[in-house]
């Protein structure tokens, strides 16, 4: 199982980032989808859930309203619109799989919102 973030980058605050998690190793269409993120001062941050087969996506209020989650079932991509960044926004941010095999996570991508 391999998961690989990127798209993080530094953005000034109401900026806009994409970020892309390229699956591989399990079956990625059957599988439920999360992007979390990490802080040295918050920790861990559950961010947004997606379902499969076009079920619900579900969203922390943090980011409600402002990130969009959405996946290619075709490219084994999970994506993360992130729209009028803040400050607060800044931090690793990773994709996480709960599969048959185990849980599984990346190595994340760094995003900073900074003027």
């Known amino acids: 199982v391999q998961l690989v973030e990127s798209g993080g980058g530094l953005v000034q605050p109401g900026g806009s980032l994409r970020l892309s998690c390229a699956a591989s190793g399990f079956p990625f269409s059957a599988e439920y989808m999360y992007w979390v993120r990490q802080t040295p001062g918050k920790g861990l941050e559950w961010l947004s859930t997606i379902t499969t087969a076009g079920g619900p996506t579900l969203y922390s209020d943090s980011v409600k309203g402002r990130f969009t989650t959405s996946r290619d079932d075709a490219k084994n991509t999970l994506y993360l619109q992130m729209n009028n960044l803040e400050p607060d926004d800044t931090a690793n941010y990773f994709c996480?799989?709960?599969?048959?095999?185990?849980?599984?996570r990346g190595q994340g991508t760094q995003v900073t919102v900074s003027s």
């Open positions: 996480a799989a709960l599969t048959d095999l185990g849980p599984y």
